[in-house]
């Protein structure tokens, strides 16, 4: 029982608690944290917030990955605290690793360049690891496989409205795929030919490319080139069986192949909102405007102010992030043809 293990049955609702409402009826989901032990009181913090806010009615599971096995100390802090089941997995070695077409000599030399220009994390072997096993392996974790629909929670972030409607429901009753609370602008300078490759991609796989996509949100010109905006992937409710589908794996192994992950530093975020951007459709993609959430230095706050009361919200609305000059989630709303919420033009 030391790893992949499940702690507890699911408890029940305390009295006086509402039930899980809209039908009663939960979907086949899961909260899902990378973590280092180094991170038990940050997640910590996280869970407290989802729970209070919304899981304590829902009990969904959760699921924590870690290149290392987890402590004992942190399999009881986070068990304390979720209301679900908890399981605990160790990612497998060879999708934490090198793949063996990587050229050492040549991946050292780039941390070393990027180390020099003050690249943020340009100097990093672990963080390129973690981007690569987000971009491609979490949702094929053995842990995963059980579910349909995951929510990524990462240490240290917060959420400040009540979520009163389940938004795994809520993505799995209006055919959505993939949902956001943060977009913005992506430092250049990490993913110089990530565009490229995933263009290439594209165009080698037609069939993989949504008819109604939402590739207006990536590119300003029809495609040929990208505006770095990227949903923040942080902050992710999403369909798993999608990451699972064959049109998301050869993506990802195309991009593996290419070696970007280690030759430049793509992050998980760029790589994840590219392909939603292509191989959905873009009312498959969804901005939870009522999901008030922080990672740091970034805040999204509800638009309206009857909202944000009804959800008994306590982030400053002038701290919304949304319709500031480094969000793209304006640009979201122009590319699908959404209108924005009400009351974005005094928020501005
Ligand atoms: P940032 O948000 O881009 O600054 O990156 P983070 O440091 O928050 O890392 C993203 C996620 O991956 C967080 O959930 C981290 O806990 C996790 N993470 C980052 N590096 C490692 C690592 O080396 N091992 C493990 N197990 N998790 C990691
Ligand atoms: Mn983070």
């Known amino acids: 029982l030391q790893n992949n293990a499940s702690h507890g049955p699911p408890p029940k609702p305390a009295a006086g608690l509402p039930l899980p409402q809209a039908g009663g009826q939960k979907v086949n989901a899961t909260f899902v944290t990378l973590a280092r032990n180094s991170d038990t ?7 407290r917030q989802v729970e209070d806010r919304f899981n304590r ?69 672990s963080y390129r690891h973690m981007c690569r096993y987000e971009s491609g392996f979490f949702f094929r974790h053995q842990l995963m ?14 959420f400040f409205c009540d979520i009163n409607e389940d938004p795994f429901k809520f993505m799995a009753d209006n055919g959505k795929k993939y949902g956001f609370t943060i977009s913005l602008y992506e430092y250049g300078d990490t993913i110089p030919t990530l565009w490229k490759t995933a263009k290439k991609f594209m165009d080698e796989h037609p069939q993989y490319v949504a008819e109604d996509n939402a590739i207006a949100f990536l590119s300003d010109d029809g495609g040929d080139t990208y505006n770095l905006c990227h949903f923040w992937s942080n902050f992710e409710i999403g369909n798993l069986n999608w990451l699972r589908s064959q049109a998301y794996i050869d993506y990802f192994n195309a991009l593996d192949k290419d070696g970007g992950f280690f030759y430049e530093r793509w992050g998980d975020a760029p790589v994840h909102s590219i392909a939603a951007g292509m191989m959905l459709k873009k009312d ?3 901005f939870f405007n009522n999901i008030a959430y922080n990672h740091v230095p970034f805040t999204h706050c509800p638009t309206g102010e009857k909202l944000r009361l009804d959800l008994k919200c306590h982030c400053n609305p002038s701290d919304n992030f949304d319709w500031k000059g480094y969000s793209c989630t304006s640009r979201f709303f122009d590319a699908v043809g959404m209108k924005k919420p009400d009351g974005y033009e005094e928020e501005q």
Request: hydrophobic letters at 35%; glycine letters at 4%; charged letters at 30%.
């Open 145 to 158: 496989l059980d579910y349909d629909w995951y929510w990524r929670v990462e240490p240290g972030v917060e």
């Open 57 to 125: 009615k829902f009990h969904y599971d959760w699921v924590f990955l870690n290149d290392e096995p987890f402590d004992e100390n942190f399999k009881k802090v986070t068990t304390a605290l979720v209301s679900g089941t908890t399981k605990y997995g160790v990612i497998p070695k060879e999708h934490w690793s090198f793949p063996d077409w990587i050229d050492q000599n040549k991946a050292a030399k780039v941390r070393e360049e990027m180390s020099e220009k003050k690249i943020i994390y340009g100097d990093s072997i």
């Open 284 to 286: 498959e993609i969804h």
């Open 41 to 47: 009181w940050d997640i910590a913090r996280s869970i």
